[in-house]
T-cell receptor, first 114, second 115 residues
């Protein structure tokens, strides 16, 4: 089954403790991206990757890092999480250059930072 | 950058009635407008999209209309059913070859269909 898999689904952590949210897709997609969803703010892009070893900032990249060493994986790293990073996070992927290639989302990771 | 406004923020309709959700965008260069449905506990899923060279597109009970002059587009759901209850997001992007076709999303609308 074609899918984007995120882990974990739920995560509670404390301020300053480094964490990684994993994302993997099995559709051989070139493009991957991370979004955060907050009440009243919708979905905002954190980082994106056009292909392996190519990453760039989205609209809200502060406090996050990503890497794209393999085509299928795109982990999101929070080096020193803070309470304002409490949010619902979505990883997404799509085929690279197709005009209306749909963005496929994972089921989300709900992160709470205390 | 692009700004997408979505209204209303909540909408409640009786089963069988129609629902219309409206979005406006700010960047006249935007040329791709998808709609996503998000069910509880899941990620958003594409339900229909439209390109800027098309004024209307239909898929069974769902249709999307685009007015480029006014810079607004709308989602129309006819004969609503309880399973249509979800959060709906509109989005806009400027598609270019080799570029980040970043979607700018509206804030979402919660649609409730009353049985």
């Amino acid at each position: 089954e074609a899918q984007v898999t995120q882990n974990p689904r739920y995560l509670i952590t404390v301020t300053g403790k480094k964490l990684t949210v994993t994302c993997s897709q099995n559709m051989n997609h070139e493009y991957m991206s991370w979004y955060r969803q907050d009440p009243g703010l919708g979905l905002r892009q954190i980082y994106y990757s056009m292909n392996v070893e190519v990453t760039d900032k989205g609209d809200v990249p502060e406090g996050y890092k990503v890497s794209r060493k393999e085509k299928r994986n795109f982990p999101l790293i929070l080096e020193s999480p803070s309470p304002n990073q409490t949010s619902l996070y979505f990883c997404a992927s799509k085929a690279g250059d197709l005009y209306n290639s749909p963005l496929h989302f994972g089921n989300g990771t709900r992160l709470t930072v205390t | 950058g692009e700004n997408v406004e979505q209204h209303p923020s909540t909408l409640s309709v009786q089963e069988g009635d129609s629902a219309v959700i409206k979005c406006t965008y700010s960047d006249s260069a935007s040329n791709y407008f998808p709609w996503y449905k998000q069910e509880l506990g899941k990620g958003p899923q594409l339900i229909i999209d439209i390109r800027s060279n098309v004024g209307e597109k239909k898929d069974q009970r769902i249709a999307v209309t685009l007015n480029k002059t006014a810079k607004h587009f709308s989602l129309h759901i006819t004969e609503t059913q309880p399973e249509d209850s979800a959060v709906y997001f509109c989005a806009a992007s400027i598609w270019e070859t080799g570029a980040n076709s970043k979607l700018t999303f509206g804030k979402g609308i919660t649609l409730s269909v009353r049985p």
